[in-house]
């Protein structure tokens, strides 16, 4: 088994359930995919740094994302680029300014100019990768792509079309859902 169809097998048994949930964004949906069991776990982490890092353009420097779902996505890809004898720097945006210290937004923030990749683990809407990318934007960082390990299919995409930057994902939500659930 290759390893993009190891993660998915990943995540069918640990990070998709079925139910009445509602999402970050606000919508209401019959099924919800938490990647984080996956993330934080040895096999999955190491699969997510793997397959997300042959998405990221040679020229990007750092990758980074908005604080939770990115973090544990940062940290696989940081380790598997330096495994793989490529480093790419990781940073991290919160979602405030902090109140004391530096009163940073960005942790481990790469040179002004860089050219960075955003990750999420799942994207609906955007919100989550697209604070991280103004953010990013806002403090004279490059974004030369979103990346994702789930696609929910639900307008994220368009909205990183209308700013110019390119999305991508490993996997869209189609992907694990059963005939009958793939319309909600």
């Known amino acids: 088994m290759d390893s993009l169809s190891e993660l998915k097998q990943e995540l069918l048994n640990h990070a998709l359930k079925f139910g ?9 949906s019959s099924y919800y995919i938490n990647c984080k ?15 997300l890092l042959e998405l990221i353009p040679e020229d990007c420097i750092a990758v980074g994302g908005l604080t939770l779902g990115a973090d544990p996505i940062v940290s696989s890809i940081t380790l598997v680029s330096h495994l793989k004898k490529r480093p790419i720097q990781g940073f991290l945006v919160r979602k405030e300014k902090k ?6 937004q960005m942790e481990n923030p790469p040179p002004e100019g860089s050219l960075v990749t955003i990750v999420d ?9 697209l604070k991280a990318t103004e953010i990013a934007l ?5 974004v030369a792509v979103v990346l994702c390990i789930v696609d ?23 992907d694990f859902l059963p005939p009958d659930k793939k319309g909600n």
Not at 121 to 129: C, E, H, P, Q
């Open 20 to 28: 009445d949930f509602t999402l970050a964004s606000g919508q209401k």
């Open 37 to 51: 069991p996956v993330t934080l776990s040895a096999k999955g982490s190491y699969l997510v740094g793997e397959n």
């Open 99 to 104: 109140d004391h210290g530096t009163t940073s």
């Open 121 to 129: 683990d799942v994207i609906t809407t955007g919100g989550s990768a």
């Open 138 to 142: 806002a403090s004279g960082l490059k």
């Open 152 to 174: 929910r299919s639900q307008g994220g995409k368009e909205a990183f079309e209308k700013l110019g930057i390119p999305m991508r994902s490993l996997f869209k939500i189609q």
